[in-house]
């Protein structure tokens, strides 16, 4: 059965020993293309690297030239579309990949050579079943943008509207679900070989990667999530989420509105266009903490691609296809935590991290709130300016490992925008602090969250939901003791002894008499005949 399994797997069948082949064939594919860019150096160094994983990379960049640094970006970008994808989400975990290739990382452009417009339009046409004329006016044929999922391509409405399509490349659903298989499947024996990458736990970050790239391979979910922001951010002035098309909409296909504007990275031109620079700034960041602390939705992919300026200053965003979610508990240790982080109350965020089950309980609290003291207080008494979330994140990783902290996936995509906001904020305005601009906004939060105000307004919710709930209550407990009815309560009656259970009673009895009987005689006839 083994070499017929084997035979079969060369030829391409599907037996047991095929997924394996092929997914060791892939990821040795991939490891040649990753060691000619020098990125297995790092890996093969790393003391907690496994053996098992060691030896794999050395056979991979066998017969390799490699470059003196290593180009991380430039290897998940030859490699292709889910490894881009994956690189930008590595790009969030120096603690997994360490400081200089997460830096390295952040520089990765999801950008691809564009598909041919022939394609595309037969792509439209056969996912609304009518021809593209039926759609659109017109629609220019040089894409506006090539990305590793989809391209965008301006048009013009039937109705005479400006908007952007953006269309899956073809078969990408396919390609995609190949190649996180193989991540599956690779990161499932990683963390089978325990210690180090067990604590990271590989197989709960690919998961996370595969459901958010399903969301972004369904182009209805994109649109529902940019119809949700709007509403959330609807009443604050500044920031704009364009309308979706919904009747030129499907899991294909999304069109939204055109947005004019200039690229929020593109200094030079808002300088040029008189806008206020060190506001611009300060608004891009209150607006993600709104929708992240206050809201709990956020955009997760505010890089510089995807970010405009109109002409009045108001920021517009497009692309949504990653968006985070935090519920409100969550919300509500975040804030303390980044609080007590710029007020150096280190003993209530330490209490926050066991509260949250985020550290292991049988550490001690004041032993981890003196070593995130040793984090803080470096930052602390430097000037504000100075200060930096990226780095004090990274300084936070390297505690991790010593307190048993595992990854908490719900806050990954957080950590990762952060950075990426704090970056856009600071090409727009040098001098520009997160936490100077943070701190009154998290102050005021938590104060309208957890102040005494608000443990009123909480506890009346809840009291009025409970007294909504008893006429229901009231309800299951008549379904489960009925009204008597009309008829009087009946007297008690005396116990009477029945005569079938007398006799039962004395049955019984006569029956262990003459087994008694039986047994004594066996007894006697044994003894009598020398058998005792």
Wanted: with cysteine; hydrophobic share 45%.
């Amino acid at each position: 059965r083994s070499w017929a399994g084997w035979w079969r797997s060369i030829r391409g069948g599907r037996s047991e020993v095929t997924r394996p082949v092929t997914h060791i064939l892939r990821l040795l594919r991939w490891g040649r293309i990753l060691a000619r860019h020098g990125a297995l150096r790092g890996i093969e160094h790393d003391p907690n690297t496994p053996d098992a994983v060691r030896r794999l990379c050395r056979i991979a960049r066998l017969g390799t030239f490699q470059p003196a640094e290593p180009d991380y970006a430039g290897a998940f970008q030859a490699i292709g579309p889910a490894a881009i994808k994956l690189g930008q989400t590595l790009a969030t975990r120096p603690d997994i990949v360490g400081e200089a290739a997460a830096g390295n990382l952040l520089l990765l452009q999801d950008s691809l050579p564009p598909v041919s417009f022939d394609l595309i339009r037969r792509e439209i046409e056969s996912s609304f079943g009518k021809p593209l004329e039926a759609l659109f006016a017109s629609i220019e044929e040089t894409p506006v943008g090539a990305a590793s999922i989809a391209q965008v391509h301006r048009a013009v409405t039937t109705e005479g509207k400006q908007v952007a399509i953006k269309v899956l490349r073809p078969g990408i659903r396919e390609k995609f679900a190949e190649d996180i298989a193989t991540y599956e499947w690779a990161a499932a024996h990683l963390e089978a070989l325990g210690g180090e990458p067990a604590r990271l736990r590989p197989r709960l970050v690919i998961a996370n990667f595969k459901r958010w790239t399903l969301r972004e391979l369904d182009l209805r979910r994109e649109a529902a999530s940019a119809s949700e922001l709007a509403e959330v951010m609807k009443g604050h002035e500044g920031y704009r989420i364009p309308s979706v098309d919904w009747d030129r909409t499907n899991g294909r296909v999304m069109t939204i509105d055109w947005i004019d504007g200039i690229k929020i990275s593109d200094r030079d031109a808002l300088v040029a266009a008189g806008h206020d620079l060190p506001a611009l700034a300060e608004h891009l960041v209150l607006t993600f903490l709104r929708q992240a602390i206050s809201n709990g939705f956020f955009h997760a992919d505010m890089h510089q691609g995807n970010l405009f300026v109109q002409a009045d200053g108001t920021i517009a965003a497009i692309d949504f296809g990653i968006m985070g979610r935090i519920d409100r508990r969550a919300r509500l240790w975040l804030a303390e935590i980044l609080y007590g982080l710029t007020t150096g109350n280190y003993r209530r965020v330490a209490e926050i991290h066991f509260e949250a089950k985020y550290v292991p309980s049988y550490h001690s609290v004041d032993e981890f709130a003196t070593a995130l003291r040793a984090v803080g207080e470096p930052t602390r008494g430097r000037p504000v300016s100075e200060l930096s979330v990226g780095q004090m994140l990274d300084s936070l990783f390297a505690i991790t490992r010593e307190f048993d902290m595992q990854t908490q996936p719900h806050l990954l995509l957080l950590q990762k925008t952060m950075v990426m906001v704090e970056g856009l904020a600071t090409l727009l305005h040098p001098r520009i602090n997160m936490w100077e601009v943070a701190a009154p906004f998290v102050r005021d939060w938590i104060r309208d969250e957890l102040g005494p105000e608000a443990a009123i307004a909480d506890r009346l919710r809840k009291d009025a939901e409970t007294l909504l709930r008893l006429p229901d209550l009231v309800r299951r407990i008549e379904e489960k003791f009925p009204a008597r009815g009309g008829a009087p309560e009946p007297p008690p009656l005396p116990d009477i002894e029945l005569v079938w259970d007398g006799k039962k009673e004395r049955s019984r009895w006569g029956g262990h008499v003459l087994a008694l009987i039986a047994g004594g005689a066996a007894v006697w006839a044994t003894q009598a005949l020398g058998w005792l």
